[in-house]
């Protein structure tokens, strides 16, 4: 089945504990994506790539890393996490961002930070 | 700040009834998509129409564009319970290499 595979689903951490989330796709897709969605704010992007060992901020890139050293992969690092990144995180993929970008999207992964 | 903006924010309307939301966006776009969420779940594909299209159909939706004033609708015929969703619309803006998203509209479809 083509999809989008976020881990952990569900973390509970607390502030300054380095963590990883990871996203794989089995689609073959050049371009992949992180969003965070808050209440009151839609989803906001993080980081994206187009393809492997290149990658772009988005609209909110402070506190998160990203490394594309594969295709299939594209892991969102917090390395000093803190309350304010408390949300619900997704990853998303599509075949390539030549004009019709069309995003599968990851399950979610609801982080909260103490 | 956002690219899209939905309106309204929540819209509650009776099963049979027709659904109409609203995305309006800021700069010159390749396309707009909408996409729907179920509550706190990945958002999945709906329907995309390019900038040089007008109107598209799938189904139940139709989706229309109007790029000289930056706005788009999606109308969902006929709605049912499962429609129950948050609806988004994202745009491509040209030469971005990134899809943006609005702030989405709450549908509720009353049995």
């Known amino acids: 089945e083509a999809q989008v595979t976020q881990n952990p689903r569900y973390l509970i951490t607390v502030t300054g504990k380095k963590l990883t989330v990871t996203c794989s796709q089995n689609?073959?897709?050049?371009?992949m994506s992180w969003y965070r969605q808050d209440p009151g704010l839609g989803l906001r992007q993080i980081y994206y790539s187009m393809n492997v060992e290149v990658t772009d901020k988005g609209d909110v890139p402070e506190g998160y890393k990203v490394s594309r050293k594969e295709k299939r992969n594209f892991p969102l690092i917090l390395e000093s996490p803190s309350p304010n990144q408390t949300s619900l995180y997704f990853c998303a993929s599509s075949p390539d961002n030549s004009g019709a970008n069309v995003l599968t999207f990851g399950a979610g992964s609801r982080l909260t930070v103490l | 700040s956002q690219q899209g903006e939905e309106d309204p924010q929540a819209l509650s309307i009776q099963e049979g009834e027709n659904a109409t939301m609203n995305c309006s966006y800021k700069t010159s776009i390749n396309n707009l998509q909408w996409y729907r969420q179920n509550s706190g779940r990945g958002l999945v594909h709906l329907i995309l129409i390019r900038s040089n299209e007008r109107e598209k159909h799938s189904g139940r939706l139709r989706v229309t564009l109007d790029t000289s004033k930056k706005s788009s609708s999606l109308l969902i015929t006929a709605s049912r319970a499962a429609d129950t969703a948050s609806y988004f619309c994202?745009?491509?803006?040209?030469?971005?290499?990134?899809?943006?998203f609005g702030d989405g509209t709450t549908l509720t479809v009353k049995p």
């Open positions: 994202a745009t491509d803006a040209r030469g971005a290499g990134k899809s943006t």
């Open positions: 689609m073959n897709h050049e371009y």
